[in-house]
């Protein structure tokens, strides 16, 4: 049993590697664009960690 399990999630992880590595019609894949759009949603994200910190410390006090 437990190789058939292991089997079945090696073959899930390569579908999905395959997947999202697969370029489409204009030459991209899903991975290109999430590396593009990495940095801009890292700048996002510091911004709502800055603003749940502001908010934890009015709470604070």
């Excluded at 190789?3 to 019609?25: C, M, P």
């Amino acid at each position: 049993m437990g190789l058939f399990k292991t089997s079945l999630i090696g073959a899930a992880v390569y579908g999905a590697i395959k997947y999202i590595t697969k370029k489409d019609e204009t030459g991209r894949s899903i991975m290109d664009n999430i590396k593009d759009k990495a940095p801009e949603w890292m700048e996002k994200a510091k911004d709502v960690k800055d603003k749940f910190r502001t908010e934890l410390e009015r709470q604070r006090y």
